[in-house]
Each structure stands twice: as structure tokens, then as C-alpha cells.
């Protein structure tokens, strides 16, 4: 797990938390990167937004015979994905409304791992004929279980007023181009804000470390 004070850059992982083909999560987190090039933290260099691709980690049901709170990961699979986890110090989850909950595969992602969760933080994104928002509580709350800390401003984006269906073909099921209503930028301008200052007070650089030029971890 990362140690409590840290050098350089805080590193935010945007999760991309559907994985099917055709999905609109890959539209709305490459909106949330686009976003996140604009804020001021990105900007000045104290902070880097990275794509975490579920899809990309094809991690099966999860297989540990272990559960993860112990940290005794046996599959190289998991021990890939708790690199990449690790390697956040905050999250953005980006997450659909799938029967009134998140996708199998981001409850699956989160059950995989414990400890590189665990102090961290995370700005929670739903979308969904509703706005995701049950989807949105649920992954609060699991959230809680493995001592993420979410930031108090979510967004929740609509199938309806967010996505342009202008010329689909109504028996089109796949339609709708990602286009977010009025204020969602600035809902997510928010959200971000809150999570690298929340991310930053649990996580300070160490003047002494950033005065080395040490690009290690200390604390
Ligand atoms: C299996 C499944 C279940 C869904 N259930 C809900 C739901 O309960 N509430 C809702 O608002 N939207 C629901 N939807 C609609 C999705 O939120 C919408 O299709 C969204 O685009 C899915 O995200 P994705 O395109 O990134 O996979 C569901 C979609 C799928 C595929």
C-alpha cells in the first residue's frame, strides 16, 4: 500500500467500471480525462489522471483462495491488477446502473482487493436511465467496506438528457452519442477538486522528500 506521504504527483485512476462491447462508460471516462486536463492540480504538474480499463484486466470471477483482506494474493492476475491499483492514490469510478447496482465486473474488480483500496479516495460518476444513482449508492457503500473514503459530490449522468439520440434509428439499441447537459461540467469540476484536495490531505508530500528529488516513497 502506498505510505501516507508521498513525492510527486498524485496519481488519480478514472475506472472504467462496464466492460461490455459497445459500452457508453469508455464515451463518459474519456470526457472525465479530457475534464481532468483542465484542472489546475493536472496543470501544475500535482497531479495525473491515468484510463483504469477493467475490460483490459480481464480478470476472471474472482479465483483466490484467499480472501483479500489478507493480502495473500496467489494468481497473476490479481497480483497485476493490485499493481495497477496500487499505483492510485485516489480514484474516479465510472460506473453504469446495471439492475439497480454497478456491473458484476467492477463489484468483481473491487472484491479481487483489499489493502491497495484501503485510505485512498474516490469520487464516484453513474449514469443510467435514472442517473446511476442506485448503482451510485451501492458502490458508496462497498466502498466503505474496503476504507475508501468518497468525496461528497458525485455525478450522475442520464441516458435521456445526456446522451443525443438526434437521427438514431429508434430500434437501435446501441444509439446515443455522449453529449453531457448543461452544468455537468462544472458537477465534475467539483469532484475532481474534491477528490485531489481530500487526496492530498491524506496523502502530503514531504518537503524534505520533494526537496531531495527523491522520486521514492517515504514516510
Ligand atoms: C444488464 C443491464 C441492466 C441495466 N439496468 C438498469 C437499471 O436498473 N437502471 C437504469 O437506469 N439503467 C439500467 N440499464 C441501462 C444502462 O444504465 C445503460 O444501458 C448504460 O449505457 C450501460 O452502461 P454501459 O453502456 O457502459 O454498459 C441496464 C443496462 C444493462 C446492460
Same mark, same amino acid.
Given at each position: 500500500?502506498?505510505?501516507?506521504?508521498?513525492?510527486?504527483?498524485?496519481?488519480?485512476?478514472?475506472i472504467?467500471?462496464?466492460?461490455? +462491447?459497445?459500452?457508453?462508460?469508455?464515451?463518459?471516462? #474519456?470526457?472525465?480525462?479530457?475534464?481532468? $486536463?483542465?484542472?489546475?492540480?493536472?496543470?501544475?504538474?500535482?497531479?495525473?489522471?491515468?484510463?483504469? /480499463?477493467?475490460? $483490459?484486466?480481464?480478470?476472471?470471477?474472482?479465483?483466490?483462495?484467499?480472501?483479500?483482506?489478507?493480502?495473500?494474493?496467489?494468481?497473476?492476475?490479481?497480483?497485476?491488477?493490485?499493481?495497477?491499483? *496500487?499505483?492510485?492514490?485516489?480514484?474516479?469510478?465510472?460506473?453504469?446502473?446495471?439492475? #439497480?447496482s454497478?456491473?458484476?465486473?467492477?463489484?468483481?474488480?473491487?472484491?479481487?482487493?483489499?489493502?491497495e483500496?484501503?485510505?485512498?479516495?474516490?469520487?464516484?460518476?453513474?449514469?443510467?436511465v435514472?442517473?446511476?444513482n442506485?448503482?451510485?449508492?451501492?458502490?458508496?457503500?462497498?466502498?466503505? $467496506?474496503?476504507?475508501? %473514503?468518497?468525496?461528497?459530490?458525485? %455525478?450522475?449522468?442520464?441516458?435521456?438528457? *445526456?446522451?443525443?439520440?438526434?437521427?438514431? /434509428? +429508434?430500434? *437501435?439499441?446501441?444509439?446515443?452519442?455522449?453529449?453531457?447537459?448543461?452544468?455537468? $461540467?462544472a458537477?465534475?469540476?467539483?469532484?475532481?477538486?474534491?477528490?485531489?484536495?481530500?487526496?492530498?490531505?491524506?496523502?502530503?508530500?514531504?518537503?524534505?522528500?520533494v526537496?531531495?528529488?527523491?522520486?521514492?516513497?517515504?514516510?
Open positions: 500500500m502506498r505510505n501516507a506521504q508521498s513525492t510527486g504527483p498524485l496519481r488519480i485512476g478514472v472504467v467500471g462496464s466492460t461490455r +462491447p459497445g459500452r457508453r462508460g469508455a464515451a463518459v471516462a #474519456r470526457w472525465v480525462m479530457e475534464a481532468a $486536463e483542465g484542472h489546475e492540480a493536472v496543470r501544475a504538474g500535482d497531479a495525473v489522471f491515468t484510463l483504469v /480499463d477493467l475490460a $483490459e484486466q480481464a480478470l476472471p470471477l474472482l479465483d483466490e483462495p484467499v480472501p483479500a483482506l489478507f493480502g495473500d494474493y496467489r494468481r497473476p492476475h490479481t497480483r497485476r491488477w493490485a499493481e495497477v491499483v *496500487d499505483g492510485c492514490d485516489a480514484f474516479v469510478f465510472v460506473t453504469p446502473d446495471y439492475n #439497480r454497478i456491473p458484476a465486473a467492477l463489484k468483481n474488480g473491487i472484491d479481487y482487493l483489499y489493502a483500496w484501503t485510505d485512498k479516495v474516490a469520487g464516484v460518476l453513474s449514469y443510467g435514472q442517473g446511476g442506485r448503482a451510485a449508492d451501492h458502490l458508496r457503500s462497498i466502498l466503505t $467496506e474496503v476504507r475508501t %473514503v468518497v468525496v461528497p459530490t458525485g %455525478v450522475a449522468l442520464s441516458i435521456f438528457t *445526456d446522451f443525443d439520440f438526434t437521427g438514431a /434509428d +429508434p430500434g *437501435d439499441r446501441t444509439a446515443g452519442r455522449f453529449a453531457p447537459g448543461d452544468g455537468r $461540467e458537477e465534475l469540476s467539483t469532484m475532481i477538486a474534491e477528490v485531489v484536495t481530500w487526496s492530498r490531505a491524506l496523502h502530503p508530500v514531504d518537503p524534505a522528500g526537496a531531495a528529488g527523491s522520486p521514492e516513497l517515504v514516510g
